[in-house]
């Protein structure tokens, strides 16, 4: 039993190693890349016609300023137009929309509700502009993310750009610790964008050429993460995502456990059963990277951080109930003395010092993670949340979206 | 679409850090090893030292003896022993191999501290704990921790820890001497068997010889106390 715990943990380790060795080369690989992006907004000759559906339900609190920041875009007027999807709201959204009725670049609808993928593919059958996107109605984009986004669809054969997406004004704990996860998910997509691997088109601004939904269809339910479903269906049928990581969108990230935890069941549930929809792209070598390493890896790290975590659980219990036996039995004896400094103390085993390598690789990814998105890399509160809290809340969605998987796909199988 | 050199240059990579682990972990494992035979090169020397002086003893008297006519330094060397039984760096047959002498060193040492007491008429407190590192020995762990803080409170008191268990013929010897059963722990103070948990507290009100070294510890404390304090004055 001990020999099969060791093996995990060791397969474990080497493919976490593996990863980020692999994200690193990456990284080297596109540094010079990624200095070039940040020029790409200033020669634009052409600026292609850009639709921007915003399907809304119950956001009477944010629409306005999600309108706005979209109005307020560094775009011709003329090329940019916008169209309010109202997905059967309940609250005041409706009146909320009506105080743009009269603005000649938005066309609003109002529809009952059917879930977002419908409210997409409702508002998909108007748009008549060479590029289309979305942003959720809690999202905020910066003035020049269009412009930053445009340039790569030069490229005839890119047919969707996703943005980096970030942590809207962060106020409590649970917020700062996502500001910095964001600053990983953008360090991660731009490099998936250069492996062919994006999995994911993010609700908020991703564009797409619109003839894309022509030749593959609208958005799907896509158990509850279309915007995975889509991405994946593209990958599956070649089509080319890139990742703009100057175009900034905004966020409001959930503000408490609870919502947190929901949004996160919700999003792993998606992937891994999107996972198990597109299952034949798995170590299949004919969609290239996503198909061969980043789909498996990013299945098998749901497990391997479910385990890494009861290990590490399994470690911690086992030292606090010795600790506790040692206090029944002689009582709290702090003999300052006795603790011994003695190097001959210190765990040198194999797996302590790989744990130790793949942290520091970790923290490696993180500086280069914050330095992407911030411009700088800055010490911040958020960082020592993170690496406090993180790895505690993980495993709480991790399991539950695992447990709903196996138990719902029994049930729909009888 | 797949860059094979890439995943090869990264497994080669992630193979070569693991390697330097594996590598970096068995030279520090090895050097632990050797930390602690210098440790028993030293003790045994010890030994041999005292053995001469006390050979020597014939010809001189018990006031020659110095404090440190016995090693100081079997108390650590048990400890990273003990330590070491957990560590999966460190070469299971040289750790066995110095467990063996650790023992071995004991015996010799109880044996010198026992010839002591015969010739000198010094009367040591000693400890001969029998344990197992079978998981059959729940209380082991706790009476360990009892052992080290009775060490530790009394400096004088001489602790030899035993591996029931270990296949050394001079342990069961030992253990037909005192006639101990294998109903784990058990100890020897002074002679006196007792087996299983036993909380610093009974201890200390059970066994007269834990007694004796109370009140010669607290002897010692008021006089080392009136002493400063008339310095002082």
Known sequence: ?414 | MIDSKKYIITFLITAVIFGTAIFISNALGEKKLEDVKSIEDRVALDILSSETQFALLEETSCKDLGPGFLSKELGSLGEKLAYGDNQTELNNDNLEYLKRSYFLLEIKDYLLMKRLTEKCGIEPTFILYFYSVEESCEDCEKMGYVLTSLRDKYPDLRVYSFDYNFDVGAINTLISIYKVEPNLPAFSINGQLYYGYHSVEDLEEQAPALQDLALRAKALETATASSSSQETE
């Open chain 1, 1 to 414: 039993m001990m020999e099969i715990t060791a093996l995990v943990l060791y397969v474990t380790l080497f493919i976490s190693l593996f990863f980020e060795v692999f994200l690193l080369i990456t990284y080297l690989e596109v540094r010079e890349e990624l200095s070039l992006e940040k020029l790409l907004d200033k020669n634009i000759k052409q600026f292609p016609t850009t639709t921007i559906i915003v399907p809304c339900f119950n956001e009477e609190k944010t629409l306005s300023a999600t309108i706005h920041s979209i109005l307020n875009l560094d775009y011709p007027k003329d090329k940019l137009s916008l169209i309010l999807v109202d997905d059967g709201s309940t609250d005041g959204t409706a009146e909320e929309l009506k105080k743009f009725s009269n603005n000649s670049q938005i066309r609003i609808f109002y529809k009952e509700n059917g879930g977002k993928h419908t409210a997409l593919n409702f508002a998909l059958e108007q748009v008549k502009s060479d590029l289309v996107g979305c942003l959720d109605a809690d999202s905020f984009v910066n003035p020049d993310a269009l412009k930053k986004i445009t340039p790569f669809f030069d490229d005839q054969s890119i047919m969707a750009v996703t943005p980096s997406i970030k942590v809207f004004e962060p106020k409590s704990v649970l917020q700062y610790v996502q500001k910095i996860e964001y600053s990983w998910g953008i360090f991660l997509r731009r490099m998936l964008s250069s492996l062919g691997a994006l999995y994911v088109t993010p609700g908020p601004f991703s564009i797409f050429r619109t003839n894309i939904f022509k030749e593959i269809g609208g958005y799907r339910h896509g158990h509850h993460t279309e915007d995975l479903e889509m991405a994946l269906r593209m990958q599956k049928n070649h089509y080319k995502i890139v990742n703009s990581h100057g175009a900034h969108v905004y966020t409001i990230a959930p503000i408490n456990f609870s919502a947190l935890y929901k949004q996160r069941v919700r999003w792993t549930y998606g992937f891994l059963n999107n996972a198990i929809d597109y299952r034949e792209m798995f170590f299949n070598k004919k969609y290239g990277n996503i198909g061969f390493f980043i789909l498996p890896i990013a299945t098998v790290s749901i497990f391997f951080s479910i385990y890494l975590f009861g290990n590490i659980l399994w470690n911690v219990s086992t030292k606090i109930s010795d600790l506790f036996v040692r206090f029944q039995t002689i009582g709290f004896n702090l003999n300052l003395s006795s603790i011994n400094l003695d190097w001959y103390f210190l765990n040198t085993s194999t797996v302590s010092i790989l744990t130790i390598t793949t942290l520091a690789l970790t923290l490696v990814i993180m500086y280069l993670s914050l330095k992407l998105s911030e411009g700088k890399f800055k010490f911040s509160r958020g960082i020592l949340y993170y690496m406090l809290l993180y790895v505690f809340l993980v495993p709480f969605w991790l399991l539950k979206a695992l447990f709903s998987t196996v138990f719902r796909r029994n049930v729909s199988w009888r």
